[in-house]
């Protein structure tokens, strides 16, 4: 079984013991999610899906990007969530995202409002329906629905995230360790094929997001990282920056892919998931 002492063993048996502890408090649960292509009507209103139709309660408005209907990506019903993932022990999380926009809208890379997550407690699941997709939505915009099925495990650092960033390892740290960590301790945690995934660490395909978080919202910008002061206090605030939904391009499934065969990922700040408010959350895309 994995657990955080393997975490520390297998970091000791690639001559990475010193950084153990950290690592294994930063080894998170986490839930694969597995898609079975289904129809739409086979899964009950409030039931956890990726695709096809959301469950909303009457008074949310379809969620908007600028003029651009989002998608609907998943709903996840959090009393069906097999593991303790530090989200709402009951409720609906429904998630959307701008994608058409994705591909029409110069300004959409550089918005961390082009997704949109809604909580609907459990007081409120009584009020919920099915709502139709808005009429002007096209194929290539439109998730199909698929039922989910979980697998908890563990999951660990990626190597380019603010957690080894503020352990000195990354490109222009401890280059040693470092390599130790992404080619030696990473290859026994990595998935191989499509993975989607509920909370832990992503499957990441490109750079630290977790800074891109930080940046989307802060105050600084990729070129201040240059100034060494900023560049830690930035990486220190990345910290609490947490995945919490990890999409990939199953497209025979879901009918959508992400860029190259890519993934989409959303992103809550921990201060947040403790007042379960996901108000702030930010997606990103990465492609290989």
């Known amino acids: 079984m994995l657990n955080k002492e393997t975490v520390v ?4 048996q690639v001559g990475l013991g010193q950084y153990g502890h950290a690592i294994a408090n930063w080894a ?6 597995f898609l079975k292509p289904v129809s739409d009507i086979m899964i009950p209103i409030g039931g956890s899906k990726v695709g096809g139709n959301p469950d909303l309660p009457d008074d949310i408005e379809w969620p908007l990007w600028k003029d651009y209907d989002m998608t609907f990506i998943a709903q996840i019903n959090l009393a069906d969530c097999p593991v303790d993932i530090s989200l709402p022990k009951s409720g609906l999380l429904s998630f959307f995202y701008a994608v058409k926009a994705m591909y029409e809208d110069d300004d959409f890379y550089n918005d961390p409002h082009t997704c949109r997550v809604i909580y609907i407690d459990s007081d409120r699941l009584s009020k919920i329906s099915r709502r ?77 997001m977790q800074v891109g ?19 830690e206090k930035v990486v220190n605030s990345a910290l609490k920056w947490r995945l919490l939904l990890q999409i990939d391009s199953e497209e025979e499934k879901t009918g959508i892919m992400w860029g190259d065969v890519g993934r989409i990922y959303f992103w809550v700040h921990e201060d947040d998931l403790t007042d379960s408010c996901f108000e702030r959350v930010v997606c990103e895309m990465q492609c290989g």
């Open 28 to 33: 998170f649960p986490t839930a694969q999610l």
């Open 213 to 231: 978080c930080e940046i989307a919202v802060g105050p600084y910008s990729w070129d201040d990282l240059n100034n060494s002061d900023i560049r």
């Open 132 to 208: 139709n997709i808005p009429n002007n939505s096209i194929d290539s915009e439109i998730m199909k629905p698929n039922k989910i099925l979980y697998e908890t495990s563990l999951s660990v650092p990626t190597a380019e995230s603010a957690y080894l960033k503020s352990l000195g390892l990354d490109w222009n740290g401890n280059r040693d360790d470092y390599d130790k960590y992404w080619k030696s301790f990473l290859p026994h945690w990595s998935k191989e094929g499509y993975v989607n995934r509920l909370m832990g660490h992503p499957d990441q395909m490109q750079g630290d």
């Open 9 to 12: 063993k297998q970091l000791e």
